[in-house]
């Protein structure tokens, strides 16, 4: 079973229109996945697990994500994550 990237659009439209702007940006994030092998997928959230990835690993996935998939979104959620991770001293 398959979600379509459309309805997702939509459903992060209505959410943001109702207020849940974080809600909006998950299934934002998550339309521009639907494009994304499930196997990377996988690989990608092994990446982001704590202590998995350097920082150099995370800025190289972010970009991948937006040059292969064109997945900004996405991408800034990664690039926000290895700050975040770099701060709280979570990187490999």
Excluded at 64 to 85: H, M, N, S
Aim: glycine share 4%.
């Amino acid at each position: 079973m398959r979600i379509q990237a459309e309805t997702l659009r939509l459903q992060a439209q209505v959410a943001a229109q109702a207020g849940y702007p974080q809600l909006a940006a998950n299934l934002r994030r998550a339309a521009e996945l639907t494009a994304v092998p499930n196997d990377e997928v996988l690989q990608i959230y092994d990446l982001l697990r704590p202590g998995r990835a350097s920082y150099a690993q995370l800025i190289q996935l972010a970009e991948y994500l937006e040059q292969t998939y064109q997945a900004a979104e996405t991408g800034k959620f990664v690039r926000e994550a290895a700050d975040v991770y770099r701060q709280r001293k979570l990187l490999r």
